[in-house]
C-alpha cells in the first residue's frame, strides 16, 4: 500500500481549531465526541467552491452534481473567460439552460442564484482575476476544483504548458492566499505517466523540472520549440500526457501549505446514471469515433481488439471528485493522496467488445442522414488497416465529392476524412495496449462512505454494465451531441435499408462490370467461372434432397 495512503489514515485536522469564526471540524460532525463524521451533503452544506473548467465537460457535470446532491452548499463561483463574442454572464446562462440541468431546475428553479462568475483567463498573468475578486475569493473559498485544462494532444508545448502548468502554479498561488481553504483538488489524468506501464497511485519524478522548462522556453520562438518538442516529451505520445505530469509534480509541491489531493481519470466519457445514463456533449475522445461508425463514415480504425478499453464514466469521475474533497477536507492527510480513476483492472472491457455493441446499437438506434450502413472493422495490422483506408474511406470520399463537384455543390468528404484520419491517429497509442493501474486509495476511499453516501455518491465501476452503458452511450451521441429525435428513428431504419439496396445494386454491376470487362474475353476464366457455378448448383441440389429426405 502506497505511503500516502497509510498517512491519509491519520485524522490529524479533527480536533483543531477552525479559523475565523468557523466551527470546529468535530462541531460538522455533530459536535460530541465520538459521535458520526459528517455525510458528503453535510460537510459541503454551507461551504464556498470555487471551479475552474466549469463550462467544460466535467466541469458542468461537476457544478450539476453539486447542486443537486448538496443543495445545501453555499455559492459555487466558478472561473470564466469571455469566448466567441460571448461575455462570461452569457456563457454560464447558456450553461445553465442546457437539458443537464433539468433535474436541479425542477428541485430548485432559483439554483442559478447559487452561481457566481468570475472573469479569468488562463493564459494571462494572475489568471487575469481583478483585484476585487481575489478580495472576495480570498475570503470565502473553502474548497477547490480545478477541472481547466487542455485536452488537445496536439497542442503545441508552449500553448499546453501554459494552460496545463502555469496556470496550476497560479491557481495553487491564490489558493495559499485562502484563509479558509480546506481541499485544493486536482484533476488529473490516469495517463500522466503512460510511458510506464504498471502506474501506482503516487506522484512520479516529472520528466525535467517545470521551473526550468518554462524558463528555457520563455525565450524560443515557436519554430524551435516545435523541433524540440518531440525529444523533449520522449516516450510519452504528447504534449497533453507530459504537461499532465508536470502539473502533477507542480501540485505535490505546495502539500506541506494545502491540504491537496489529484485524481486520475482515464478516457472520460458519457454519464453512466446522473443525472440521466447516456448524457454527453462533446466529440473529443471516444465519442467522435462513435458518431463517425454510426454515420457510416469510419469503417476501420486500427487498434488492438484485445486491448483493454479503459473508459470511465463522466458522473463516476465526478462521483469521486467530491467523495475525496470531503475526505480531504475532514481528514487532511499529511501528503497529497492520488486516486486512480479507472476501469481496467476492476471491470475491463476491451476494444473489440466496444466495436461489436457500438455497431449492434447504431444499427437499432440509427443516426439521420447516415452516409453509409454503420460496419466498421478493428485491426492491428498498419497494412490491412491502410488497405480499407483507401478502398472504404478514401476511394469513397472521391467518388461522392466528384458528385458534389458535378452538382455544383462544394466537395467535403475527403476534407472530413482526413481530419477522422488525424483525430484517429492521435488515439493509436491508447487504443493498442494496455496499462495496469493500482487502486488502493480509492478502495479505501470507498470504504470510508456511509451507506447512504455510497448510493448518492457512486464510484463503483464493479457494479457497471459494460452493454447497457455503450447502448445508452450511443443514444446519448444521438440525442445530445447531434440533437436528433428519437421519434425519427423509423425514418432512418429506412434510410438504411435504402443504403443497403444502393449497396446491393452497385455490387450487382460491379459483378457484371467484371464479367464483361474480365471473364467473358477469355476462355480460362469462363472455364473457371462455369466450373465453380457447377459446384455451387450442384452443392444446392444436394442441400435440397438432404433436407427433403430428412423430412
Not at 500500500?1 to 483543531?16: A, F, H, K, Q
Not at 488537445?152 to 498561488?173: C, G, M, Y
Not at 486500427?302 to 465526478?318: C, E, Q, S, Y
Request: hydrophobic fraction near 40%; include cysteine.
Amino acid at each position: 500500500m502506497s505511503t500516502e495512503l497509510s498517512e491519509g489514515r491519520d485524522l490529524e485536522g479533527l480536533g483543531e481549531q477552525a479559523t475565523d469564526g468557523d466551527t470546529r471540524l468535530t462541531d460538522i460532525c455533530s459536535g460530541a465526541a465520538g459521535s458520526r463524521m459528517a455525510s458528503i451533503a453535510e460537510y459541503y452544506a454551507g461551504k464556498n467552491v470555487l471551479i475552474t473548467g466549469a463550462t467544460g465537460f466535467m466541469g458542468k457535470v461537476l457544478v450539476e452534481k453539486l447542486l443537486r446532491s448538496c443543495p445545501e452548499v453555499k455559492a459555487l463561483f466558478l472561473l470564466v473567460r469571455p469566448k466567441a463574442g460571448q461575455s462570461m454572464q452569457q456563457r454560464v446562462s447558456d450553461m445553465m439552460t442546457c437539458k443537464l440541468f433539468d433535474r436541479v431546475r425542477e428541485d430548485n428553479p432559483d439554483f442559478h442564484q447559487k452561481i457566481i462568475p468570475i472573469s479569468s483567463e488562463l493564459m494571462q498573468p494572475g489568471l487575469a482575476i481583478s483585484p476585487e475578486d481575489v478580495e472576495k475569493l480570498t475570503g470565502c473559498i473553502n474548497i477547490v476544483f480545478h477541472c481547466a485544462a487542455t485536452i488537445r494532444f496536439d497542442e503545441p508545448l508552449k500553448h499546453a504548458l501554459q494552460l496545463n502548468v502555469i496556470a496550476t502554479q497560479q491557481l495553487l498561488s491564490l489558493a495559499k492566499q485562502m484563509h479558509h481553504l480546506e481541499a485544493f483538488i486536482h484533476i488529473s489524468t490516469a495517463y500522466a505517466n503512460c510511458n510506464r506501464k504498471h502506474i501506482d497511485e503516487v506522484i512520479y519524478p516529472p520528466p525535467v523540472e517545470p521551473k526550468k522548462l518554462i524558463e528555457s522556453l520563455e525565450w524560443m520562438d515557436d519554430g524551435i520549440v516545435r523541433d524540440i518538442t518531440p525529444r523533449l516529451i520522449g516516450d510519452r505520445p504528447n504534449t497533453y500526457t507530459y504537461t499532465k505530469a508536470l502539473a502533477e509534480f507542480v501540485v505535490q509541491q505546495e502539500q506541506d501549505k494545502l491540504n491537496i489531493a489529484i485524481i486520475r481519470p482515464s478516457i472520460v466519457g458519457a454519464s453512466w446514471q446522473e443525472p440521466f445514463s447516456g448524457w454527453i456533449d462533446n466529440f473529443n475522445g471516444p465519442s467522435g469515433v462513435f458518431i463517425a461508425a454510426g454515420k457510416g463514415i469510419l469503417r476501420t480504425m486500427r487498434a488492438n481488439n484485445d486491448a483493454v478499453a479503459d473508459l470511465i464514466p463522466v458522473d463516476v469521475v465526478i462521483n469521486l471528485t467530491l467523495a475525496a474533497g470531503w475526505y480531504t477536507a475532514v481528514h487532511r492527510p499529511k501528503s497529497a493522496l492520488v486516486y486512480n480513476c479507472t476501469t481496467g483492472g476492476i471491470n475491463p472491457f476491451h476494444w473489440g467488445e466496444i466495436e461489436h455493441h457500438v455497431m449492434s446499437s447504431f444499427k437499432r438506434n440509427p443516426l439521420e442522414q447516415a452516409f453509409r450502413r454503420p460496419n466498421a472493422n478493428i485491426t492491428s495490422n498498419y497494412l490491412i488497416n491502410q488497405y480499407w483506408i483507401l478502398v472504404s474511406h478514401k476511394f469513397p470520399a472521391l467518388i461522392y465529392d466528384l458528385f458534389l463537384r458535378l452538382s455544383g455543390q462544394k466537395p467535403q468528404m475527403m476534407r472530413i476524412f482526413n481530419r477522422l484520419h488525424k483525430a484517429i491517429s492521435l488515439l493509436e497509442y491508447f487504443s493498442s495496449q494496455d496499462w495496469e493501474w493500482n487502486s488502493e486509495n480509492l478502495s479505501m476511499l470507498m470504504s470510508q462512505l456511509s451507506p447512504e453516501d455510497r448510493k448518492t455518491f457512486n464510484f463503483d465501476v464493479r457494479q457497471l454494465n459494460w452493454p447497457e452503458y455503450i447502448e445508452n452511450y450511443c443514444i446519448g451521441t444521438k440525442k445530445y451531441v447531434l440533437n436528433e429525435d428519437m421519434s425519427d428513428i423509423p425514418a432512418a431504419r429506412q434510410h438504411l435499408r435504402k443504403l443497403r439496396n444502393i449497396r446491393y445494386t452497385f455490387n450487382t454491376l460491379l459483378v457484371v462490370f467484371i464479367w464483361r470487362v474480365f471473364i467473358a474475353r477469355s476462355q480460362m476464366a469462363r472455364n473457371i467461372w462455369y466450373f465453380v457455378v457447377s459446384l455451387c448448383f450442384k452443392f444446392l441440389s444436394y442441400f435440397r434432397a438432404s433436407s427433403t429426405l430428412t423430412n
